[in-house]
Structures are given as structure tokens and as C-alpha cells.
């Protein structure tokens, strides 16, 4: 089985967000941080060299794959600031109408700047991923 690449390290976050360009996208990168430290109450921590993760949870497959994963996070992306809600979004859809301009994938929300999505909600929909994901069985 291969090994994931994305993997905790010991990046410095601040020093990671402080090289974000424009200087907006900065700016909301530095809002994130704080928004989600004060949701999950936990530190953040660097993943692989631009994901900005918080909390961790163990996952194993029925396939036998397991192995460690961020709660939730963001990346700074050059097209779109990504945030990571491993819940996924099929049970946030009155959240999801609620939250302003944002597009999404699977596990990705994303966003072009805060302004778009109402952070009240944004905040609500990362707090019910979370305890989702701290509830769930993942084998």
C-alpha cells in the first residue's frame, strides 16, 4: 500500500501564511487561522507544505488502508482559498444555502474571499463537520 505524502510537519504556520500573495489572500488566510482555532480549540499544524490543518482523527478502511488525518483545515490556493470539511456536504445543504458564494467538491469548500460567505455560517458548518467526524466509526 502506498504512503500518504500529505503528512503533519513541523512547518512553521505563521511563517507559511506570511509568504501568501496578494496581499488579500493573506489577509483571509490570517481571518482563517483564527476562525478555525477558535472552532476547534486546537493549534494548527502544517500538512505537507500549504494545508493548514486542525485536530487529527485515525481512519481505517474496510480495504485495511488507515492511517491519520486533519479534522478540518484550509489552503491558500492561487486560485481560491480551500477549506477542508471531511465530513463532506451531503447533510449541510440548508447550511450550504445560507453561506454565501462558494463552490464545492467532495471534501473541499471552495471560497474566492471571506467576504463572499457569511462567517457565521461558515463557522456553524465547521463545527457540525467536526463533531461528525469525532462521532463517526471510520472502520
Not at 47 to 62: A, E, N, P
Not at 83 to 111: V, W
Request: proline residues 2%; aromatic residues 12%; charged residues 30%.
Amino acid at each position: 500500500m502506498s504512503e500518504l505524502k500529505t503528512k503533519p510537519n513541523d512547518g512553521k504556520v505563521i511563517d507559511f501564511l506570511n509568504t501568501i500573495e496578494p496581499e488579500k489572500k493573506k489577509t483571509d488566510s490570517l481571518a482563517l487561522l483564527t476562525l478555525f482555532k477558535e472552532v476547534t480549540n486546537e493549534e494548527a499544524i502544517m500538512w505537507g507544505g500549504s494545508i493548514v490543518g486542525f485536530g487529527t482523527y485515525h481512519y481505517k478502511y474496510k480495504t485495511g488502508r488507515e492511517g491519520d488525518w486533519f479534522c478540518t483545515g484550509f489552503s491558500p490556493r492561487k486560485q481560491n482559498l480551500t477549506l477542508y470539511i471531511m465530513s463532506g456536504f451531503s447533510r449541510y445543504d440548508e447550511l450550504l444555502k445560507q453561506l454565501g458564494k462558494h463552490k464545492i467538491g467532495k471534501s473541499c469548500l471552495y471560497i474566492n474571499k471571506l467576504e463572499d460567505v457569511d462567517l457565521t455560517v461558515l463557522k456553524q458548518l465547521i463545527k457540525e463537520s467536526i463533531e461528525y467526524i469525532s462521532t463517526k466509526e471510520w472502520s
